[in-house]
């Protein structure tokens, strides 16, 4: 049977948590390791987290006053017949205790079935979308228009400086200039 390689970095995360946060983390680390024992341990984004068959698994995360618990493919993943969601709203997120944690076998389930979607190849994930979605560009507000009109009249009298001016204040507001 295959075990887990533990990461150093993890231990030292673990170590400076919170003491609150100390048996939270090193409970779910062993859930995962019991699971997913191919899993590869390492840190990600800050925080500990778990890869397998090449992609981003799960992580959990400590905070001041409560840790949480995330699946990459969350929104593919059902607790007690509902979506597990994700940050804030999800299920396993302001953990202060252990108890606040689903059961153990529950937890087990919840990462091999992760673990499946990471063999299968799925690559949908709790970030699918969010940057495919294309948005159209918001209205330009009267007020702004007739304040970037003067960088595009010195623009189109040959003023590189307002044109580019003008243009980096639409690319930080996200909206499209009228005549460009």
Not at 39 to 68: D, N
Request: net charge positive; aromatic share 6%; hydrophobic share 40%.
């Amino acid at each position: 049977m295959s075990v887990m390689k533990m990461d150093s970095r993890v231990d030292a995360y673990i170590a400076k948590s919170a003491d609150f946060a100390r048996p939270i983390l090193a409970h779910f680390r062993a859930v995962v390791e019991e699971a997913c024992p191919d899993a590869v341990e390492t840190i990600k984004w800050g925080t500990p987290s778990f890869t397998y068959c090449g992609s981003a698994l799960c992580s959990m995360a400590a905070f001041r006053q409560h840790c949480s618990v995330g699946f990459w493919r969350a929104n593919l993943l059902t607790l007690n017949g509902k979506p597990l969601g994700i940050g804030a709203d999800g299920q396993l997120s302001h953990i202060t205790a252990i108890k606040d944690l689903p059961s153990r076998s529950t937890l087990i389930r919840l990462v091999k079935q992760a673990a499946k979607l990471n063999a299968d190849g799925v690559k949908e994930s709790v970030m699918s979308g969010r940057s495919r979605t294309p948005r159209e560009a918001p209205p330009v507000p009267p007020d702004l228009k007739r304040a970037l009109g003067w960088y595009l009249q010195a623009a189109r009298q040959g003023d590189a400086g307002a044109a580019l001016q003008a243009d980096d204040v639409a690319r930080r507001l996200g909206v499209a200039l009228p005549g460009r």
